[in-house]
């Protein structure tokens, strides 16, 4: 069997890059070179001489059942070699990461627009389309449910945040959308006073809109039969072994015939954590006998991936006439739409971390998850913090307002540190340094006024669309704090698998270092390059394709592959470093105490040895694999919330600066500042990167990306009505890294990743707020939320 | 079907076409030329960028037959030489160097974008970068990097040295603060 081939060169690679640098470095990313010159392969990007191509049709309506579904039109169009439905799924016939409850393809019923119906493969994807275009499924319209707090029948807050009165009658919800109910998770976190008062009290109502993901590579992947029956799936994703495991079980075959590589990834954020084209792609090459490509376009991207949750909430915050917070409670809604994916983890995260970096002796929070006939939404990067920061950061805002206190006062007199305990009762073991990165954002200079002197247009709201002059403009400064969990969390087994080899290569010592951690731009492929370098003393380190043929890393997702396929990469270094000292020891017939590699070589620094590794391993190869775990967390009590959820805290913190035109609305983002401790940047180029990425992300979801749902259908799949920020929409941005090692850590890490994202949002809002002097309590912020029209 | 002649990337094609057909289609599925993406359809992102007799053209927006007789330049044909030996060009290797990309998806299309800019206006400003290039989207960078980038190779090419601090590398700064190390 051929492989696929990217035109003209071959992939996926073994990367080695030019580059050069340890831990702590610059590194430079090894498939930069390939990526600068149009050479790296990502899924889209596959090719393969006979291959056909696979096309989805999907369901026009958000709620229907399905009465029946001729293909005969479609089979017989030519061109067309398969027309697959429900029916030929071989195997489990619903998915899913955490709830199997997603049919692989429609079974009686469909439950959001655009979920699979049935495929077609054909020799042209407008063969293919055109057939899709030709099966004719009989729909009986449902009336949809599209609102979270309707499907649990909680419409009103005031029956869901009486905190004396426990809601878990869930009778009134609407007509259950799957058997077990509406209800995906209800998360209850309880500490301290369950009455509690306070002298200042300020209450607030808040929306988040669904965000997109927008990652700018469509789902893509080829799909080859192979000889013994099985399929090898190359495919853009997060997460291999957990694809593999989900389509092992469609296709009902063992783990050993279901191979995965990991296809070059356009970005990821969270929206390729769950299957998209996985499954499709490999029933059609297995009933076709020929390889299958299916690549998605924007529109049906938009269709084919989980959101980021949109949010409804209520919170009440009660403090001391001096400001210090006495209770939060919270009633926190997330729309799960159609399938369960990630919500139960998103709730988790949601009502866990749902009052923020601070201390409060009394916290009630309730967080629910529910089905809906809205798209799916699951993993998004924040995943359930972001929307709870634009709460409980516009809550303590108001709360300032309130006590007549600066912002930055109030958070940091209430910030948490090490030491303090979260309100699901985990004391924080490592350092937390919340108020300094606030201090430290304080500190740092504001941008000069804008309307000095001679009024460039394209430093005002609305640009060069020449809709002010400066009149009616305000400037607004505003700051939020985050804190999100690093990792997986709640008891569940996290580890990663790491492979390392050393051996001589051409007279040079090379290391090859082979995890199935998926890279989807944030640079993983350095950073382990970075670790075999400073642990084994080489320069050259192969990074090896990312695929199946090696125990799973756990998901790229959760801030963790740094932390924990790194630890797996460090660990998998030191056991076959200890064999190279132990070779070296033989050799020179005693025990170095200090011998260690450095240079291609064993050295000793108190005694004067030098051994070339060329020379102590010849043509020997060594070779260790080892599963690396974190420390174990703990599932939390149903009832109270309590127990060691999380592993690690990774904080960062906000202030933006914008300019609103109060007349049209128009907001333009002046300057981003964050401040982040990452424990130990082990890229720090890379660690800025995904701040500033993360940034814009934020920014995004604070003044312009929404995906608008009017009666559960998608208004906007596109990227001319889903707007995401553009350069220009992006400002420039300071930005100071702290160092604090988190002593459980790798290297004193701290995830990077979703922090910034979270910290960002809520920031532009206060300060649109600053601006204003509006409430403002839905994201993102349109012109008419500012001008009242 | 029609005919065209083009070259592209330095090599000239006669093909039969379809008169609808995207000159990014055309690329792609006839020529093989992969390194240009395609990231919207609609011609928001510009990850498909090409340069169609040296002016930087969304290709998804252009039809194959409107290249007949033209020059086109790919991602794939911007390096001088072949292979391993080839040399980057001082865009490509500033988007390299000053981490200006992650994932790589917009990339070949924003250096496509930069190194018409360049030519336009040798020594940009950060805001005249932002100008210029603000048909093309990046979901990973912020962009920050971005303009770095094609500061840097604005200054390589005009052979001095890149003056202003936006285009310097983040620093690493360990004597503002014993734990701040990065600044940006």
């Known amino acids: 069997m051929s492989t696929p081939t990217r035109t003209p060169t071959g992939a996926p690679e073994h990367l080695t890059g030019p580059g050069s640098g340890g831990v702590g470095d610059d590194a430079q990313r090894p498939d930069g070179v390939l990526k600068v010159r149009g050479e790296f392969a990502y899924g889209s990007d596959l090719w393969m001489a006979d291959m056909l191509w696979g096309v989805t049709l999907r369901s026009p309506h958000p709620y229907a059942r399905i009465r029946s579904v001729d293909t005969s039109a479609a089979l017989a169009t030519p061109g067309v070699s398969a027309v697959l439905t429900s029916d030929d799924v071989p195997g489990e016939k619903v998915y899913g990461l955490e709830l199997a409850d997603q049919p692989v393809l429609a079974l009686d019923v469909v439950r959001y627009q655009g979920e699979p119906v049935a495929l077609v493969a054909a020799d042209h994807p407008e063969t293919a389309r055109l057939a899709a275009g030709r099966i004719h499924v009989d729909y009986d319209v449902l009336e949809p449910v599209t609102d979270a707090r309707t499907a649990l029948g909680h419409p009103t807050w005031n029956q869901v945040h009486d905190s004396t009165a426990e809601v878990t009658e869930l009778s009134r919800e609407s007509a259950h959308l799957h058997p077990e109910g509406n209800l995906v998770r209800h998360l209850k976190v309880r500490t301290g006073d369950p009455a509690p008062t306070a002298d200042v009290v300020v209450v607030g109502e808040y929306e988040v809109g669904m965000q997109d993901q927008a990652f700018l590579g469509p789902e893509a992947g080829l799909a080859v039969p192979a000889e013994d029956g099985g399929v090898e799936l190359h495919v853009a994703t997060q997460w291999l072994h957990v694809d593999q495991k989900q389509i092992c079980a469609a296709l009902a075959l063992p783990p050993e015939q279901v191979r995965l590589t990991l296809a070059g990834v356009g970005g990821a954020f969270g929206g390729r954590e769950d299957l998209s084209m996985h499954v499709h792609a490999c029933l059609l090459a297995l009933r076709t006998g020929r390889p299958v490509k299916m690549s998605y376009n924007r529109e049906e991207s938009f269709f084919g991936h989980v959101h980021r949750h949109p949010a409804t909430m209520r919170y009440e915050h009660g403090a001391t006439r001096d400001g210090e917070l006495v209770y939060v409670k919270a009633a926190i809604y997330f729309d799960g739409g159609a399938y369960a994916s990630s919500t139960p983890a998103v709730v988790g995260n949601g009502g866990t971390m749902g009052i923020g970096p601070y201390v409060v002796p009394n916290v009630h929070v309730d967080c629910y998850g529910a089905y809906t006939n809205n798209p799916p939404c699951g993993a998004m990067r924040g995943f359930g913090s972001v929307q709870t920061a634009f709460a409980y950061e516009s809550q303590m805002d108001a709360l300032a307002a309130e006590l007549g206190m600066d912002p930055v006062e109030l958070r940091c007199r209430n910030a948490m540190e090490e030491g303090s305990a979260t309100p699901t009762g985990q004391v924080i073991d490592s350092p937390a340094p919340v108020a300094e990165l606030l201090r430290r954002l304080e500190a740092m200079p504001l941008p000069a006024a804008s309307g000095d002197g001679e009024v460039d247009l394209r430093d005002m709201p609305g640009g060069v669309s020449n809709t002010t002059h400066g009149e009616g403009v305000r400037r607004g400064v505003g700051y939020a704090v985050a804190y999100k969990n690093v990792a997986f969390s709640e008891g569940y087994d996290d580890h990663s698998t790491a492979r390392v080899r050393l051996e001589v290569v051409g007279g040079e010592p090379t290391a090859t270092v082979h995890t199935a951690a998926a890279e989807v731009g944030q640079g993983l492929v350095t950073v382990e390059q970075q670790i075999a370098r400073t642990e084994l003393g080489v320069e050259r380190v192969v990074v090896h394709p990312k695929d199946t043929s090696v125990g799973s890393a756990g998901s790229t997702s959760a801030s963790r592959q740094t932390y924990v396929t790194g630890g797996a990469v460090k660990a998998a270094c030191e056991k076959v470093r200890a064999q190279v000292v132990a070779r070296a020891e033989r050799l020179v017939g005693r025990t170095v105490p200090d011998l260690r590699l450095a240079g291609g070589a064993v050295v000793s620094d108190s005694e004067d040895i030098t051994v070339p590794l060329a020379d102590l391993l010849g043509d020997d190869v060594l070779e260790e694999t080892l599963e690396w775990r974190h420390r174990p967390t703990e599932a939390i009590d149903p009832e109270t919330g309590q127990g060691f959820a999380h592993v690690q805290y990774a904080f960062s913190a906000h202030r933006a600066v914008v300019d609103v035109d109060t007349e049209l609305g128009l907001v333009k983002v002046v300057e981003m500042a964050c401040t982040q401790d990452v424990g130990k940047a082990i890229n720090p180029q890379a660690v800025v990167g995904q701040i500033q990425g993360g940034t814009a992300q934020g920014l995004g979801l604070a003044v312009m990306e929404e995906i608008l749902i009017k009666d559960g259908k998608v208004r906007n799949p596109s990227f001319t009505d889903y707007l995401i920020p553009t350069i220009l929409d992006m400002p420039p941005m300071r930005i100071e890294v702290l160092e604090y090692a988190d002593p459980h850590a790798p290297y004193g890490l701290r995830g990077v990743g979703e922090a910034p994202n979270i910290s960002s949002g809520p920031a532009v809002l206060a300060a649109i707020r600053a601006a204003t002097g509006l409430p403002l309590t839905r994201v993102p912020v349109r012109p008419e939320h500012i001008t009242g029209t | ?184």
Do not use: W
């Not at chain 2, 620093?171 to 701040?180: G, I, N, R, S, Y």
């Open chain 2, 1 to 184: 079907m029609t005919q065209i002649n083009v070259r592209v990337d330095g090599a000239s094609y006669t093909d039969d076409v379809e008169p609808r057909t995207l000159l990014v289609h055309y690329l792609r599925e006839q020529l093989g030329k992969v390194g240009t993406v395609v990231g919207c359809d609609t011609s928001n992102c510009g990850a498909c960028t090409v340069h169609l007799d040296g002016q930087a053209v969304k290709s998804c927006t252009v039809f194959a037959v409107q290249a007949d007789g033209c020059q086109v330049t790919t991602i794939e044909g911007v390096a001088s030489g072949e292979g391993e030996s080839a040399t980057l060009h001082p865009v490509q290797r500033a988007f390299h160097e000053m981490h200006g990309l992650q994932c790589g998806f917009c990339t070949p299309g924003m250096i496509m974008a930069s190194i018409d800019l360049l030519k336009e206006n040798p020594d940009p400003s950060d805001e005249e970068v932002r100008e210029g290039i603000e048909g093309n989207l990046c979901r990973c960078t912020g962009y920050q990097n971005i303009v770095r980038a094609v500061r840097q190779a604005a200054a390589e090419m005009s052979g001095k040295a890149a003056d202003d601090p936006q285009a310097e590398p983040a620093a690493v700064d360990t004597a503002a603060a014993d734990h701040v190390t990065a600044q940006a």
